[in-house]
């Protein structure tokens, strides 16, 4: 009896602890989002003893990388996509953003001789994991198109054999 008891009080803890671990885990990531959405959270804006936290980037860079990227969507909406990638790949060497690399891959992905390059900066895009901040239909798109150019890329596939 005292055996049966000590397993359900067991039992009983474990399921609270699992429930608080997940309960936790579920409202972290909302947390942090919601502090990255405004003002950052206490513990980042206090940098570590290894300097490891990077400074936001100053009014010159910023403008400088925003001219870069408006360059690239004047390029690319004029259909010179050569140009818009390149503008692109300025404003996130710059500053590194999800909708630069967003950008980089469409405009490497509108360029036949680029379709490889494309794959790849639509994977960097994708693996990126602040990719949601461009919105999920760019996310979606950027998804569908990388599928779009693997299945084209597979098509081009030719052997020759000699005899």
Same mark, same amino acid.
């Given at each position: 009896?005292?055996?049966?008891?000590?397993?359900? *009080?067991?039992?009983?803890?474990?399921?609270?602890?699992?429930?608080?671990?997940?309960?936790?885990?579920?409202?972290?990531?909302?947390?942090?989002?919601?502090?990255?959405?405004?003002?950052?959270?206490?513990?980042?804006? $206090?940098?570590?003893?290894?300097?490891?936290? $990077?400074?936001?980037?100053?009014? $010159?860079?910023?403008?400088?990388?925003?001219?870069?990227?408006?360059?690239?969507?004047?390029?690319? $909406?004029?259909?010179?996509?050569?140009?818009?990638? #390149?503008?692109?790949?300025?404003?996130?060497?710059?500053?590194?953003?999800?909708?630069?690399?967003?950008?980089?891959?469409?405009?490497?992905?509108?360029? #036949?001789?680029?379709?490889?390059?494309?794959?790849?900066?639509? #994977?960097?895009?994708?693996?990126?994991?602040?990719?949601? +901040?461009?919105?999920? *239909?760019?996310?979606? #798109?950027?998804?569908? +198109? *990388?599928?779009?150019?693997?299945?084209?890329?597979?098509?081009?596939?030719?052997?020759?054999?000699?005899?």
């Amino acid at each position: 009896m005292l055996q049966n008891r000590f397993s359900s *009080l067991t039992l009983k803890l474990v399921s609270v602890i699992t429930a608080g671990t997940l309960a936790t885990s579920l409202v972290a990531p909302a947390a942090w989002a919601q502090a990255s959405a405004g003002q950052p959270a206490k513990s980042e804006t $206090k940098s570590d003893a290894g300097g490891s936290a $990077k400074p936001a980037p100053d009014k $010159k860079t910023r403008d400088e990388a925003r001219s870069a990227f408006e360059k690239g969507q004047k390029a690319f $909406k004029g259909g010179k996509f050569a140009d818009a990638s #390149e503008s692109f790949q300025k404003a996130n060497s710059i500053l590194p953003t999800p909708h630069a690399e967003y950008w980089i891959a469409m405009s490497l992905a509108a360029q #036949e001789d680029k379709l490889g390059d494309a794959v790849v900066a639509l #994977e960097v895009f994708l693996n990126n994991p602040d990719k949601d +901040k461009v919105g999920e *239909l760019k996310v979606t #798109e950027a998804s569908a +198109k *990388l599928s779009e150019l693997k299945a084209k890329q597979a098509g081009e596939l030719q052997l020759t054999t000699e005899p």
